[in-house]
């Protein structure tokens, strides 16, 4: 047996068709979304990301605003250049590209986005109307990964979830977003402190490896027709690899390979989110 592809590429050009008639609309009204990213530093994937963003703008007629800063930047040239994007009326929706320097504060310049404009979902209000249940724009890697398993028809009301890894980008909201009303799965969030991952993975009808550790997820923790989605990268010499032994697609029902899984979608999910925004703000007006 061998696991049915999630295929995250093919799903997020379905999803730019969609957002291509959404963008001709709003153009009708005399509004052209306008996509801002804050990129500080030189990491190389956070540059290719960005660039990778912008690309997709372009494809769907999204306009682009790029703010790129130096590695030396300072808290209060982060939060002077958070202003000014939140000023812009170019500007519809942003996202500030993470992770930031050591020495910036993320929280605070999170914080300081114009909760209106949050492309991302990261906003400390909008992930408050997350746990409400109310509507914000959502966390682009979580509802990525439930809008491919949705576009599988990989159900999830009443499925046993195991997601690893609790960061505030994939795991923590997804776990959030998971348990609403509308996708009604259960959920177990595993982190470096849980006693048996094995276990925990094992139970699971869906497993969501998030924990940015290289094959930590191997097929005989892996229950039999389980679907798996892959969030990890990890860089080494010899290339990218996930949290996802291979193996796994040996076992796996469905799985999320990376690449090509689950983070197409997260870029299909920050254009969405923008056109979104841009809807919104257009209805508020
Ligand atoms: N502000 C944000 N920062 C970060 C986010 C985020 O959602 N918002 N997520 C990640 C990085 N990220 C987008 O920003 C992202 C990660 C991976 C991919 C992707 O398509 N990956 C490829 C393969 C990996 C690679 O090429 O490096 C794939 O899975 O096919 C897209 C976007 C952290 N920061």
Not at 53 to 79: M, W, Y
Request: glycine letters at 10%; a neutral charge; one cysteine or more.
């Amino acid at each position: 047996m061998s696991a049915t592809i999630l295929d995250g590429k093919a799903t997020r050009d379905a999803i730019l068709d969609e957002l291509r008639v959404r963008v001709a609309a709003l153009a009708e009204q005399g509004v052209v979304p306008g996509l801002g990213t804050v990129l500080v530093g030189d990491d190389p994937g956070s540059q290719a990301y960005v660039r990778s963003k912008h690309n997709f703008c372009r494809k769907v007629g999204i306009n682009s605003i790029r703010r790129d800063l130096p590695a030396s930047t300072t808290q209060a040239e982060l939060e002077a250049t958070i202003d000014e994007l939140n000023a812009n009326p170019d500007c519809t929706g942003y996202l500030i590209q993470l992770p930031l320097p050591g020495h910036l504060d993320a929280g605070r310049a999170l914080e300081r986005v114009d909760p209106a404009k949050d492309s991302d979902g990261l906003h400390p209000t909008n992930l408050g109307k997350l746990v409400l249940g109310d509507a914000a724009p959502l966390p682009c890697t979580p509802v990525g990964i439930v809008e491919l398993l949705r576009r599988y028809d990989v159900p999830l009301a009443g499925a046993r979830v195991t997601v690893v890894g609790r960061g505030v980008t994939a795991g923590r909201p997804l776990g959030l977003l998971l348990t609403r009303r509308s996708e009604n799965a259960t959920v177990t969030l595993c982190h470096t402190g849980t006693k048996d991952l094995a276990a925990e993975v094992r139970r699971a009808d869906i497993v969501v490896a998030a924990a940015g550790s290289a094959g930590l997820i191997t097929a005989d923790m892996v229950k039999p027709g389980a679907a798996v989605l892959d969030v990890g990268v990890t860089r080494t010499e010899k290339g990218l690899v996930g949290d996802v032994h291979p193996d796994v697609a040996k076992v796996a029902g469905f799985l999320a390979p990376m690449p090509g899984g689950v983070g197409p979608m997260t870029i299909a999910m920050l254009l969405r989110n923008t056109v979104e925004v841009a809807e919104r703000a257009v209805r508020a007006s």
